[in-house]
């Protein structure tokens, strides 16, 4: 199956841009970063970066949606062990695009970006786990936080295990909380 040249063109392009981001964010911060200064470190017109992406903000948020699509893919179903599937199709993503997570996440990072990652699990985890009222938003922020903090320690400690693992490892402390929050909590003695 040949490829059209545009399309070819088109994902030399994104490859280009994501890749000046990159380095610009190492360099200067997610915060400090242009538009501008993003078009010129790819040697591509800003033409083509808005005929790719909105703003700097679309630009990452394209590539942690291909890592959170995997997050709710249910076509596998929903065992234990399709979720922790899925979740090692998300630290596979992740992987994927090291350099990038470790540049939003790192110290010269983006709160912006930390917070959207939270706030996706946190939303999917209210909206897919039973959890119980009223600490249900507790414990699905809870488990945001967690995951962020999951991804953010494995790739600081540059993946010392491997996504497969972090899945397990994920999974099974989500299940501990989860298993406290829907245990009564015991009644003080009188």
């Known amino acids: ?24 964010i190492e360099e200067r911060g997610f915060d400090r970063v242009t538009v501008g ?14 005929r790719n992406y909105r703003d700097k903000y679309r630009l990452v948020e394209e590539i942690f949606d291909e890592a959170a699509a995997a997050l709710i893919d249910k076509t596998g179903g929903d065992s234990d062990a399709d979720r922790i599937r899925r979740l090692e199709a998300f630290y596979d993503g992740v992987a994927r695009y090291d350099r990038l997570y470790r540049a939003l996440l790192g110290r010269k990072g983006s709160p912006w970006f930390a917070a959207r990652i939270q706030d996706t699990v946190t939303s999917m985890t209210a909206t897919h786990l039973p959890l119980p009222a009223p600490v249900d938003d507790l414990i699905a922020t809870l488990l945001g936080g967690m995951f962020l903090n999951s991804v953010t320690w494995w790739l600081t400690h540059d993946r010392p295990v491997p996504a497969r693992d972090m899945a397990t490892h994920y999974a099974r402390l989500a299940a501990a909380l989860i298993s406290e929050a829907n245990t009564p909590p015991s009644q003080p003695n009188s």
């Open 1 to 24: 199956m040949s490829r059209s040249p545009e399309n070819v063109r088109v994902r030399r392009t994104r490859t280009l841009l994501r890749q000046a981001l990159v380095e610009l």
């Open 37 to 50: 200064q993003i078009t010129e470190r790819a040697m591509v017109s800003r033409a083509a970066f808005y």
